[in-house]
């Protein structure tokens, strides 16, 4: 896996290209913005924002995932964003 904010590109094992890629046409500055909204707006009716705690909690054990994968040159899998 390789990643940046615009990009993100899947590669499969002892493949040199990526099988599968994301692009974010989103910049950075918008989407702080629609979640400084999101979180007022949490606060002021409780509605669950749209990238929400649990969300932000599958993405860190996606990373950590990640390089761990990187370190141990290996597939770590995960479900429901914890490894199995």
């Known amino acids: 896996m390789r990643f940046n904010h615009n990009q993100v590109e899947l590669y499969l094992p002892g493949e040199r290209n990526s099988s599968q890629t994301w692009e974010n046409h989103y910049s950075r500055e918008q989407?702080?913005?629609?979640?400084?909204?999101?979180?007022?707006?949490?606060?002021?009716?409780?509605?669950?924002a749209n990238n929400s705690?649990?969300?932000?909690?599958?993405?860190?054990?996606?990373?950590?995932?990640?390089y761990?994968?990187?370190?141990?040159?290996?597939?770590?899998?995960l479900k429901d964003g914890v490894r199995i």
Not at 37 to 45: K, S
Not at 68 to 77: D, G, L, M, N, Y
Request: contains cysteine; negative net charge; aromatic residues 2%.
């Open 53 to 66: 705690a649990e969300d932000n909690l599958k993405t860190v054990a996606l990373l950590d995932a990640s």
């Open 31 to 48: 989407n702080s913005l629609d979640n400084i909204e999101q979180l007022l707006t949490w606060i002021e009716t409780g509605a669950v």
């Open 68 to 77: 761990q994968s990187a370190a141990e040159c290996q597939i770590v899998r």
